[in-house]
């Protein structure tokens, strides 16, 4: 089974406008940790937001939020007043404890002006 | 402070040469990871290190990979014999630690071309 899905290969958002990017895991483990990872073209991965699996509050930096629903296993992201810059690869990923880090499949956002 | 380094940060080669690729992380984190990106596709974990020893190597493709942390900093990617599929971007990232809510910061990547 794969540990983290991201299901929208591709998704458009109008500048100022907010977007959720989708992501469910699939974990057994108590104790985890969920990333969100930004790429853009230039090809470095840039850390956004942290979400851990005790933590009683949603994460924010920021105009990036994490939508933690931990009874459904989603942690999706929530950018808030889109920017062009915001254009670029998204990824998804999971680490448990002592473990490797999952990363999903990605979305590609793209900022419309 | 500094980030991740790799060097270098292109390199071609023939099939059936081997290449070493190095990866210099954020001074003070233990924990050290290698993965692989084909284009489109998210990173594929390749191996991970926790200090100098190899904590997880279930990701290395075949026996032609190999890396080492001799002294708990630096690391090296070793590749032997090859192939045009071992074309990719090479991303080294490291991590305070392994604890789960660690985050791992990458460096800039590799990008590794088999003629």
């Known amino acids: 089974a794969q540990k983290i899905t991201q299901t929208q290969p591709g998704m458009f958002v109008q500048e100022k406008e907010a977007v959720t990017l989708d992501c469910t895991y699939d974990?057994?483990?108590?104790?985890?940790?969920l990333f969100w990872y930004k790429q853009p073209s230039s090809g470095e991965m840039i850390f956004l937001i942290y979400q851990g699996s005790y933590d009683q509050q949603n994460a924010t930096e920021g105009r990036y939020s994490l939508n933690f629903q931990k009874a459904r296993k989603s942690a999706n992201l929530v950018i808030s007043a889109s920017q062009l810059g915001d254009s670029a690869m998204y990824f998804c990923?999971?680490?448990?404890?002592?473990?490797?880090?999952?990363f999903g499949t990605g979305t590609s956002l793209t900022v419309i002006p | 402070g500094a980030g991740v380094s790799q060097t270098p940060s292109n390199k071609v080669t023939e099939k059936g040469k081997y290449v070493e690729l190095r990866c210099d992380p954020i001074s003070g984190h233990t924990a050290l990871y290698w993965y692989r990106q084909s284009l489109g596709q998210g990173p594929e974990f390749l191996i991970y290190?926790?200090?100098?020893?190899?904590?997880?190597d279930s990701g290395l493709p075949n026996d032609r990979f190999f890396a080492v942390r001799p002294e708990g900093s630096v690391s090296t990617l070793k590749i032997q014999r090859t192939e045009r599929g071992d074309s990719a971007v090479y991303l080294c990232a490291s991590s305070l630690s392994i604890r789960a809510a660690d985050t791992q910061y990458f460096g800039p990547g590799t990008r590794l071309t088999v003629l």
């Open positions: 290190f926790q200090g100098t020893g190899a904590a997880d």
């Open positions: 990923a999971m680490r448990e404890g002592g473990n490797q880090f999952y």
């Open positions: 974990t057994s483990d108590p104790s985890y940790g």
